[in-house]
C-alpha cells in the first residue's frame, strides 16, 4: 500500500517534521505517522501473502535449531514462540492503522521521534523473533506497547499505563502485562544511539521518496550494519596508531 494521493510528503518535509519543535500543543497530526502506517499495512499484507501460501504447524516440543560443526545452538523455542502470541487479541479491532496511531497521538501527543523509536522496537522484535509475523490480530496490541515503551525512552513526562490503556483498547492490567512482556523479549535492550535513529529516519525519508515502496522488513540489518561499519573503523584507527 503506497502513501494516501491525498497527501503530499516529501523527504525534506518529513525531516522537517521529525525534527521540529514539540507536539504537546500542536493538534496537526505528524507526517511520520502516515508513513509508518503505510509501511506497517504493506507488511501485513504481504504476510497475509505468506500465510496464504504455507501451512504453519507447530508441537509443544518443537524447537528451532541450527547445526554447526562443533554442536546444535538453540535459536528459539517454543516457548518464546508462545510469549510473542501475548500480543494476539481474540478479534481483530475494527480500526485501520492510520487510524490507531492517529488516535494515540490525538490523546498522549507523543512526538514524532517517539513513533521513529516504535519503528526501531518493532525492527528488533522482528528479528529476535523470526517466526513472529505481523497480523492484524496483533498489530495494534504490538504499535500501542512499542510506542509506550519509546514514549518512556524519549519523553520527559509520560501518561500513565492506565491511560494508555484506555487510549489503546485495553485493560490496565493487558497493558502492563504487554509492556512487561515486552522488555523481557527484549532483553531490555532498548537504547537507541543516535546514528541508528539517524538511520532510521533515512529509511523513513526513502519510503517517502520512492513513492512508498520501500519494504520496512530491509532496515533489519540497518543497526547491524552500522555497528558492523564502527567496528572497521576502530580497527582501522588502531592499525593507523601502530604503524605511527
Request: glycine share 2%; net charge positive; aromatic share 10%.
Amino acid at each position: 500500500m503506497a502513501l494516501s494521493s491525498s497527501i503530499s510528503i516529501s523527504p525534506r518535509k518529513l525531516r522537517n517534521d521529525l525534527y521540529s519543535r514539540s507536539y504537546q500543543e500542536d493538534s496537526k497530526i505528524p507526517l511520520v505517522i502516515s508513513v509508518l502506517s503505510s509501511l506497517i499495512e504493506r507488511t501485513l499484507a504481504r504476510n497475509e501473502r505468506i500465510a496464504k501460501k504455507c501451512t504453519w504447524t507447530s508441537t509443544s516440543t518443537t524447537t528451532i535449531t541450527i547445526t554447526t560443526t562443533a554442536a546444535t545452538t538453540t535459536l528459539l523455542s517454543s516457548k518464546d514462540v508462545r510469549r510473542t502470541r501475548v500480543f494476539d487479541c481474540n478479534e481483530s479491532p475494527d480500526m485501520t492503522i492510520q487510524s490507531y496511531l492517529e488516535r494515540i497521538f490525538r490523546y498522549t501527543r507523543a512526538g514524532p521521534s517517539v513513533y521513529v523509536v516504535a519503528y526501531v522496537y518493532i525492527d528488533r522484535f522482528c528479528q529476535l523473533f523470526s517466526a513472529f509475523r505481523i497480523s492484524p490480530r496483533n498489530v495494534h496490541r504490538l504499535l500501542i506497547t512499542t510506542i509506550l515503551v519509546a514514549s518512556k525512552y524519549v519523553e520527559d513526562m509520560n501518561y500513565r499505563n492506565s491511560y494508555f490503556a484506555r487510549v489503546g483498547g485495553l485493560t490496565t492490567k493487558e497493558m502492563n502485562k504487554l509492556e512487561l512482556e515486552f522488555l523481557f523479549l527484549m532483553g531490555f535492550k532498548l537504547h537507541v544511539n543516535v546514528s541508528v535513529f539517524e538511520s532510521y529516519c533515512c529509511h523513513l525519508e526513502r519510503e517517502v521518496s520512492i513513492g512508498g515502496g520501500y519494504q520496512i522488513e530491509r532496515t533489519i540489518r540497518c543497526a547491524e550494519e552500522i555497528k558492523s561499519k564502527q567496528i572497521e573503523e576502530r580497527r582501522y584507527s588502531q592499525i593507523s596508531r601502530v604503524l605511527l
